[in-house]
């Protein structure tokens, strides 16, 4: 049982719940092909469809670890830490990308944005989803908005989304895994005409990495 205690700690940020950390290589966007540390936090109630590790959803199933240990863990391995989920602005990131900055290590965030930006971030990929739409603020500081399509409404969904963003963000049009062979060429078509678009594809997997 989780102590009163400790969930106080989990609302101010110093324990999270880690569903697991691993060092591999980065799969998707910007930064695609770089070794990264990943801190995937438990909860999300965006609650996607498709989302391919829902055994995240529930943070009451992930274990509330202590941030030093997370980062001192983190530290061994990578000075790129990449924190996902979930969605880790479920919880206050301050506590943790502070005691990252303070081992000099670069922080970077994938998010639906769908809870207001905590935390001192070098890059924030922005993923939003219809369903729980972003804080106003996180459009004016995303380095890269990925949106992941799974039909022919989704791109009109990703301009709208690109419409609100500052004007140094990336953007990125994901196919959704499932069904890939269907979206890509759609994607592609998509890009070639709107060339401020570019192609993000889960390359991790085509890997078999994590």
Not at 79 to 93: N, R
Not at 175 to 194: F, L, N, T
Request: charged share 20%; with cysteine.
């Amino acid at each position: 049982m989780i102590t009163d205690e400790v969930m106080t700690l989990v609302d101010k940020g110093l324990m999270l719940p880690l569903m697991e950390e691993f060092y591999t290589i980065q799969g998707e966007g910007y930064h695609k092909g770089t070794a990264a540390y990943f801190i995937r936090v438990g909860g999300c109630d965006v609650g996607c469809h498709w989302c391919d590790v829902k055994e995240s959803w529930n943070a009451g199933t992930h274990p509330p670890t202590d941030v030093e240990s997370i980062v001192h863990n983190a530290a061994k391995y990578s000075d790129t830490i990449v924190v996902t989920g979930g969605e880790p602005l479920t919880w206050d990131m301050e506590p943790l990308t502070k005691a990252l900055k303070a081992k000099n290590l670069n922080t970077h965030i994938e998010t639906s944005g769908a809870y207001p930006l905590t935390g001192e971030w070098d890059w924030i990929c922005l993923s939003p989803k219809k369903n729980k739409l972003p804080e106003g603020l996180i459009y004016k500081k995303a380095h890269e908005l990925k949106v992941i399509v799974y039909n022919k409404h989704d791109l009109i969904f990703a301009e709208e989304q690109a419409a609100l963003l500052n004007a140094e963000c990336i953007l990125y049009l994901q196919p959704e895994w499932s069904v890939r062979e269907k979206v890509i060429p759609m994607i592609v078509d998509y890009v070639m005409e709107h060339p401020q678009w570019k192609v993000s594809l889960q390359t991790h997997k085509y890997l078999n990495i994590p």
